[in-house]
Every structure is written in structure tokens, then in C-alpha cells.
Nanobody
């Protein structure tokens, strides 16, 4: 069983930065990819970014490309989401998720494990 724990959320002014962390645990920790999603109350959870383990490839939604950067700590099962130039519309609860096997990394339905989320609030 895989457990995911997010941290790093908070309140920041527009234009500011935050770095989210997602620490994975559980053995064996054999996964295909880890992704970040976000959700605002009353709206569907949406894809933000994903990192594919073997290919070390990254993908971003059009709303965050150029501002957010996803990366992985190669010494541990932790993924980061560096968020720069934050906008009020980035306010949401951010969730980390993990895929056990090859699938569409942008599809919320394909992910097998989810964290509890961390709140990001951007004030104008």
C-alpha cells in the first residue's frame, strides 16, 4: 500500500511563490508516475502537472505552464511542485496522486493513490 502526504501549502500574495512536497511511503514503492491535481469547492478536480518515473518526463496544464515546475528527489520518493508567479485563480486544495502502472497521467480516473491535500490560497 502506498501512502502520500502533501505539505507546503499556505497563504501567499499574488506574484509570490510556494513549494509543495509530496512524500511517498510504503513498500514496494513501484509506481509509474506521480501527479498534482487541484480542486476548488463546487468544481471538478483538475490536472496540474505530472512526473513520469522511468522517462523522467514532465507535463503541465496550460494554466500553469511556465509558472510551475515539477521535480523529483532522486534520493527518496518525493515529488515537488514549485509554484511561481502565483495568481488568485491558483487558489485551491492541491492533491498529490500516484499511478501504479502506465496510463494517461492527465486523467484523474487512472490514479491509484491519493493524498489528503494541502490548501493554497493566493490573495490579490
Amino acid at each position: 500500500q502506498v501512502q502520500l502526504v502533501e505539505s507546503g501549502g499556505g497563504v501567499v500574495q499574488a506574484g509570490g511563490s510556494l513549494r509543495l512536497s509530496c512524500a511517498g511511503s510504503g513498500r514496494p514503492f513501484n509506481i509509474y508516475a506521480m501527479g498534482w491535481f487541484r480542486q476548488v469547492p463546487g468544481k471538478e478536480r483538475e490536472f496540474v502537472s505530472a512526473y513520469t518515473w522511468s522517462a523522467r518526463s514532465t507535463i503541465y496544464s496550460e494554466y500553469v505552464k511556465g509558472r510551475f515546475t515539477i521535480s523529483k528527489d532522486n534520493t527518496k520518493d518525493t515529488v515537488y511542485l514549485q509554484m511561481n508567479n502565483l495568481k488568485p485563480e491558483d487558489t485551491a486544495r492541491y492533491y498529490c496522486a500516484a499511478l501504479k502502472s502506465r496510463a494517461a497521467v492527465t486523467s484523474i480516473l487512472d490514479y491509484d493513490y491519493w493524498g489528503q491535500g494541502t490548501q493554497v490560497t493566493v490573495s490579490s
